[in-house]
């Protein structure tokens, strides 16, 4: 039996999709890309059908999500400012450009954390769905691991070696100019800072974790709880 505390229905959420899903730039797109059952008739074919399919799916996870969060921890102000409705549909029509599954995830959590009351600003959410959008799952398996040699080196230093990160992905097939690649794109979005220091031994010049790149990546690869130093219950 579900607890009058620990529950909330989302109802803010179907509003919003059924808001967006009425306005006329959606409408628009959904001729091509269908977003949910609210336009049903527009899907023909197994893509539109697959497409439907991962549509809903990611609500579902964001439902999911909001239904085990209590309700003393929503930031019930932010969905009802302008800025907070244009977070919604920016992430949303994110999702129906790229419904991978590593995006579909991270959406997901981003979604949830947005809702919540937290230390980061409400720029800086918007910030977060638009550099999300950005990105390809293999941006965020990078950033992925530059978090994690993060945690397990020296955080304080913040530093990695492109060179290094590169090598661990190339033991698993990936050529290592696609790394580098993926390196530089996280850098454009200052989730990593480019250093003018070389590494000792001379191994390349190092890059540093930016705080923002790991407040970001917080925010997409789990949901907030009373833990975290970004979280404000």
Same mark, same amino acid.
């Given at each position: ?45 197994? =893509? ?30 932010? =969905? ?39 230390? +980061? ?78 590494? +000792? ?5 190092? =890059? ?11 925010? +997409? ?13």
């Amino acid at each position: 039996m579900k607890t009058k505390s620990a529950v909330i229905v989302p109802t803010f959420v179907k509003d919003y999709i059924l808001e967006i899903a009425a306005s006329s730039p959606v409408q628009a797109l959904s001729q091509l890309n269908p977003i949910s059952a609210a336009v049903n008739s527009l899907f023909t074919g197994e =893509y539109n059908r697959k497409k439907q399919e991962e549509i809903t799916g990611a609500l579902h996870k964001l439902h999911a999500r909001l239904q085990v969060v209590e309700k003393r921890y929503i930031d019930n102000e932010f =969905y009802t400012t302008e800025k907070g409705k244009r977070v919604f549909a920016m992430a949303f029509a994110s999702l129906i450009k790229d419904s991978r599954k590593q995006k579909v995830e991270a959406m997901s959590n981003l979604l949830v954390n947005l809702t919540l009351k937290s230390k +980061i600003s409400y720029d800086e959410r918007e910030l977060f769905v638009d550099i999300l959008d950005a990105l390809n799952p293999f941006h965020l398996t990078v950033l992925g691991k530059i978090y994690e040699f993060n945690k397990e080196s020296k955080p304080s230093l913040r530093k990695f070696e492109a060179a290094g990160i590169a090598s661990f992905f190339e033991d698993k097939g990936i050529n290592t100019q696609l790394t580098h690649q993926a390196i530089a794109v996280l850098a454009n979005y200052y989730l990593v800072n480019r250093g003018t220091d070389a590494t +000792i031994g001379g191994g390349g010049l190092t =890059y540093h974790f930016t705080e923002f790149g790991e407040s970001f990546f917080v925010f +997409i690869f789990g949901v907030l709880d009373k833990d975290s130093p970004y979280s404000v219950f």
